[in-house]
């Protein structure tokens, strides 16, 4: 039994696909979201094994293949971080 306050899967998805509608955004998967969090996550420097946990990844090291554009961001920024940190 759900909850009151609880959507069933089937219609969640359902409300997601009418929001895109009405906002007349491009459609995506809604599965595609997860990685939008996780990257969101990673972007602000979440640990990533504190994001790996909160996707459910029986692994840290994929989570990491899933965020790999955003780790590759991060360490092109490494050097510039560092030198904010260390320097001032």
């Known amino acids: 039994m759900i909850p009151n306050n609880f959507l069933e899967s089937r219609n969640l998805i359902r409300k997601f696909k009418?929001?895109?509608?009405?906002?007349?955004?491009?459609?995506?998967?809604?599965?595609n979201l997860r990685h939008t969090h996780a990257t969101i996550l990673m972007r602000m420097g979440e640990n990533p094994k504190v994001v790996s946990k909160r996707l459910g990844h029986s692994r840290v090291g994929t989570t990491l293949d899933l965020c790999s554009n955003t780790n590759e961001e991060m360490q092109k920024n490494t050097p510039e971080r560092f030198d904010e940190k260390y320097w001032t």
């Open 18 to 31: 009418e929001l895109i509608q009405k906002a007349n955004v491009p459609s995506i998967p809604f599965h």
